[in-house]
């Protein structure tokens, strides 16, 4: 059965790009949407701010004409569920990979900088791609005393047709007239590869609404029952202390609460057409009954939580009140001005610039400054015991913060994106994270092992995790490094590349498929080959053939992971700060001429051995 690749094309207002950011970064869950499988939502452009981001392209090249409101265009890129569906699942897993990179690819080198965002929605019954594309047009402008190219923020010159093409159009019946038909031609060549073709040539056809196509379909008949309340169970005190039974509880009065006020409105449905004959009478009686069960259930916790909340010492929370702002604002990596009047103290400050609510403000100032500032807090997710202390086990504090909901703060969202860019381009199994501190008691060289976890993609993403790497980064001073593991892939990393250097082996051949800075002016690379089984004593011989064909390169196994500060001894960074490692490049392509390399040195040395 042939299946089609599907582009729709909606022009944008900027006021209609909040609403758009609602949908696509779940801010507001609607009913079609499985929300357990969110999490396994992907971003590959945009920071996440919408308007900020199609703002910051307008000021770039400006407006055409300043009376046009249509500013970008929201595409919405997928196929039929079936074609994703089709086979093992492991060939499923295969099929959306590929879509997902040949579509990227596709707009990113269309579009450039006016890829605006681009979001992965897999919580839906077909995975697909929303994308927003700022109309950036180059043309000639005519002047009164000459011409010259110009680049602006044009949609008609991009996206938009005039009355007499559309009318042409539909006489005719041939949407190539038009330039979105011949976009929707362009893009399924561009899937055909992939076995998908484009759909029929209509210039009648008009999108339908998704509220009118929801309307005629096929309804579930227990579509609008909630679904049972299930509490989960009371955690034990243990070392997390009374904070974790209060943040369980709040969690469960704020669950149970909801679904009685679902499971009521369910009830005042069901009576109301239970009185029509449509439904018998004993199914609101049903729901009526469990409600007034829950309604005692929400009593006990709600006693439970007041008597929690009373047992906290005010002391406890004015010591993370006092810690000083100017340090949170630095753990945020907030750069802006600090308002006297406004940021009167740290949990003020969080809630001014981060958009926190209370309690995560006063969870997060734990997490930062437990050791430092905040003695004896309201509990504590790791246990500090100084640097002479035995490995810590990183699994065990992930574990330790399993049942805790986590928000993020700007600068650790920020993170969370660069490492999910790398992790794409990588492609890898499964990740090892190693902390290391270097120049131990002044001497330089000197490395501290913090330990090694293994982790999968979506849990190296977990906020929970994103966390507690931070404060090892930030507050503890280790540098954060990643090893890939494959069953595809070999990764061969390059250090201490200038940008001359890494041009050097461009044109030689060689294709990154990550670059990172992680020294001012010092770039580290990853070759990503095709499993070759790499051993150290092979690696050592590509190191060695690098060497004598560019300078001062070296082939490394410890890889920085995007996002954190290199915390070596002396700072990289302008003004005496450590920089961030920050991702140049995240192609993740595969070096062919790297393998063929490989190749040659194996069998040159394989040759002296025998010798």
Not at 51 to 63: F, L
Not at 163 to 186: C, D, M, P, Y
Not at 243 to 269: C, F, G, M, N, P
């Amino acid at each position: 059965m042939a299946y089609q690749c599907s582009m729709r094309i909606q022009p944008l207002k900027m006021k209609d790009l909040k609403k758009v950011q609602t949908h696509n970064k779940r801010e507001f869950i609607e009913k079609h949407v499985d929300a357990d499988r969110s999490h396994l939502n992907r971003s590959f452009a945009g920071t996440g701010d919408l308007e900020s981001d199609m703002q910051s392209v307008i000021d770039r090249y400006g407006m055409n004409d300043k009376r046009s409101t249509n500013v970008a265009c929201e595409m919405i890129l997928t196929a039929h569920h079936e074609w994703f569906e089709q086979g093992t699942q492991k060939e499923q897993e295969k099929r959306l990979r590929e879509w997902v990179e040949r579509n990227v690819r596709w707009l990113r080198k269309k579009y450039g900088d006016a890829l605006v965002s681009c979001d992965l929605h897999l919580d839906e019954k077909a995975p697909h791609l929303h994308v927003v594309i700022a109309a950036k047009a180059t043309y000639t402008k005519r002047f009164r005393h000459g011409e010259k190219k110009v680049t602006r923020i044009a949609y008609n010159k991009v996206f938009g047709d005039t009355a007499a093409v559309i009318s042409k159009a539909r006489k005719e019946n041939n949407s190539e007239l038009t330039k979105t038909g011949r976009l929707q031609s362009e893009y399924a060549e561009a899937m055909n590869p992939l076995g998908l073709e484009r759909g029929t040539y209509n210039a009648f056809a008009v999108h339908q609404k998704t509220s009118e196509w929801r309307a005629i379909a096929d309804v579930d008949p227990a579509a609008g029952r909630p679904k049972p309340f299930r509490p989960n169970p009371k955690p034990d005190v243990g070392i997390l202390g009374k904070k974790e039974i209060e943040q369980w509880a709040d969690r469960e009065v704020a669950k149970a609460h909801q679904y009685v006020k679902s499971t009521l409105a369910y009830a005042v449905q069901k009576e109301a057409e239970g009185k029509k004959g449509k439904v018998y009478e004993k199914n609101s009686k049903a729901a009526t009954r469990v409600i007034s069960e829950l309604r005692d259930n929400i009593r006990v916790l709600e006693s439970e939580v007041k008597l929690l909340k009373d047992l906290l010492s005010k002391e406890q929370i004015g010591t993370l009140r006092k810690i000083p702002v100017e340090r949170v604002a630095q753990s945020c990596n907030y750069t802006g001005v600090i308002n006297p009047k406004k940021h009167r103290n740290a949990i003020d400050f969080l809630m001014d610039t981060e958009n926190m609510q209370y309690n995560d403000a006063i969870v997060y100032l734990n997490d930062i400054f437990s050791s430092e500032e905040a003695q004896d807090t309201i509990r504590q997710f790791y246990a500090d015991a100084g640097d002479s202390a035995a490995k810590t086990d990183l699994e065990g504090a992930v574990r330790e913060q399993a049942k805790n909901g986590i928000r993020l703060s700007h600068h650790e969202h920020a993170i969370s994106q660069e490492i999910e860019r790398q992790l794409i381009a990588l492609d890898a199994d499964e990740y090892h994270v190693t902390l290391t501190k270097e120049g131990s008691a002044g001497k330089s060289g000197d490395c501290i092992d913090e330990g090694e976890c293994s982790y999968s993609n979506d849990e190296l993403l977990d906020p929970k995790v994103v966390r507690m790497l931070n404060v090892k980064n930030h507050k503890n001073g280790y540098n954060v490094f990643v090893t890939a593991h494959s069953r595809m892939h070999d990764y061969v990393i390059i250090d201490n590349m200038t940008a001359e250097t890494k041009r050097a082996m461009e044109r030689d051949g060689y294709t990154f498929a990550v670059v990172s800075e992680a020294y001012s002016n010092s770039l580290q690379g990853v070759l990503k080959i095709t499993d070759e089984g790499l051993s150290a004593q092979k690696s050592q011989a590509f190191s060695r053939m690098l060497n004598e064909e560019h300078v001062d390169l070296n082939v490394g196994t410890l890889l920085h992971l995007a996002g954190f500060q290199n915390m070596s001894q002396k700072p990289h960074g302008q003004n005496g700060k450590h920089i961030f490692v920050t991702l140049k490049e995240y192609t993740g392509r595969i070096c062919n001429y790297a393998k063929q390399k490989l190749k040659e040195v194996f069998s040159q040395y394989l040759k002296m051995d025998q010798a």
